[in-house]
């Protein structure tokens, strides 16, 4: 039995230009949205160079981890 390491992001689309990156199994429910309870930050993300804009808003843990 192996034990893989648990990721503690999850990425997670709203829709076609906005990824929310946000931590699983926090200690609070986060909205997908910019003004979820974390305060999260928003960053605009260019994955190619002939590619949409994508935005990404970036969750924060509030259990603590680092
Ligand atoms: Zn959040």
């Known amino acids: ?3 893989e390491p648990q990721a503690p992001w999850a990425n997670v689309w709203t829709d076609d ?3 929310h990156l946000v931590p699983i ?3 609070v429910w986060h909205e997908f949205s ?3 309870v974390c305060g ?3 960053e605009p993300h260019r994955p190619q160079a002939a ?3 994508v935005s990404y808003v970036i969750h ?3 259990d603590g981890r680092p």
């Open 1 to 3: 039995m192996t034990t």
């Open 17 to 19: 230009a906005v990824v």
């Open 25 to 27: 199994e926090d200690i």
């Open 34 to 36: 910019d003004s979820c």
């Open 40 to 42: 999260p930050d928003s």
């Open 51 to 53: 590619g949409p804009d």
């Open 60 to 62: 924060h843990a509030l």
